[in-house]
């Protein structure tokens, strides 16, 4: 979708504008502006357009973010160099990819996202793609988690008990249930069942956090 075509109904708000696209039969940039998701497409992962859903999610304005790196939306330089290579492989084979992912608004406060990814240059995945954002704050508030914390849950979410945690990571199984107990009392749960639920029950392969 063109930048003429997209300035083009900035303000779609109106009705004239929505019942000249119905008329016409031109409903893929009225979708686009009014998308419950964001909407973002990347070039070598700079942001080269959005949908006004991915600027409020992050809390700028559209103008803002054109031409940026995606590395501003991510809490720590580290994370946004962790996370490049995700999904690549996958993104090649079959041209989709998806996982759950803490990203940085402007305030700066730390919150979920379901990302979904389709490369439109599919031997280079990061070439040039387009990419959805979901919002899952409003049901999976942002707990930060030390990279202990992170391992103990990946190995709960494979089914292990505190014992084989304790010799998978060289510790005591003691320390295991104080990292159990931790957890329960971040996410606010009793049980592990609860806890990958609380953590949207989501593969462990498909999260990525610090």
């Known amino acids: 979708m063109g930048k003429t075509r997209i300035d083009a109904i900035d303000g779609i708000g109106t009705c004239d504008t929505i019942d000249r696209a119905f008329a016409t039969g031109d409903l893929a940039a009225l979708a686009y502006e009014h998308s419950p998701v964001g909407i973002v497409v ?7 357009a959005c949908n006004p859903a991915f600027a409020v999610m992050f809390g700028y304005d559209r103008d803002d973010l054109i031409d940026q790196s995606f590395e501003f ?4 330089h580290d994370e946004f160099v962790k996370i490049r290579d995700r999904g690549v492989q996958a993104l090649r084979e079959t041209n989709t990819y998806w996982d759950e992912r803490v990203m940085a608004r402007k305030d700066g406060t730390l919150f979920w996202t379901r990302v979904r990814g389709h490369s439109l240059t599919q031997e280079n995945p ?25 391992e103990v849950v990946g190995l709960l979410s494979e089914g292990r008990t505190s014992k084989e945690i304790a010799r998978v990571l060289d510790i005591s199984h003691r320390t295991v249930e104080v990292y159990r107990a931790r957890l329960h009392k971040k996410f606010g749960v009793s049980n592990t069942n609860a806890l990958l639920s609380a953590m949207s029950g989501v593969p462990q392969a498909h999260i990525f956090t610090n």
């Not at 990347?42 to 080269?48: F, G, L, Q, Y």
Request: aromatic residues 12%.
């Open 73 to 76: 939306l991510y809490p720590t």
């Open 126 to 150: 990061l070439a040039r793609a387009v990419w959805t954002f979901a919002d899952l704050s409003g049901h999976r508030p942002y707990h930060p988690l030390t990279p202990r914390e992170h």
């Open 42 to 48: 990347t070039e070598s992962r700079v942001i080269r």
